[in-house]
């Protein structure tokens, strides 16, 4: 009886921030109905009041992490080009604030409407900007697929190879003809390492420098 009470008093908020806790304990891969049901202290048939199965719960995890990076148009007086910055790197911390973040809304099967709108409401203010609405789908899309992948390698469960740094790019030497004198080795002994903020910022750079040349090709044409 004391436990139909405490399922009854469940909101889907505190399911949702509740699934979000435990998934920075136990992955992606442990989060089950029946560990969070646990959790908040009722049976699984109790969850199901406010979510249908556990995708809409995935799903719901996946939009909170999505709203809590802040979207929005850009504010008076900021450029696009700011704009897709600040969102881009809103969104990645956002992304790794939980663990598999990236990977939840990678395979969110849908978002909120909520959440549609004001994508919309964005779409719409690039369009005031100069975009087409093609081009404007298609550079907030590019932007956010790149911070999931980013996002997704960052949080990514590897196991680090054995030994030191030095020696590890020792060994990658060894595979190469021109050894420490390869380029590979050369751009990595440089910092031309794969992730960290200098390889995201260039990264986003490049997105932003090749939607700038877009833009220049729609106005000519």
Known sequence: MGENRRGAGLTRQTVVETALRLLGEV???GLTVRRLATELGVRSPALYWHLRDKQELLDAMADAIVLAAGMGPPHD???WQDWLCRRARAYRASLLAHRDGARLVSNAASLSPHTVRMFDEELAATVALGFTPVLALRTVTAVTR????FVLQEQAERQT???SPAERLAALAGLLERGQEAT???A???GG?????EAFEHGLRVLIDGTSAALTRE???
Request: hydrophobic share 20%; charged share 20%.
């Open 27 to 29: 992955g992606l891969d």
């Open 77 to 79: 007086g900021e450029s």
């Open 146 to 149: 790149y911070v999931n992948g």
């Open 161 to 163: 190879p054995p030994g």
């Open 184 to 186: 590979l080795i050369t």
């Open 188 to 190: 990595l002994r440089e």
């Open 193 to 197: 390492g794969q992730g960290g903020e």
């Open 219 to 221: 106005a000519r044409s």
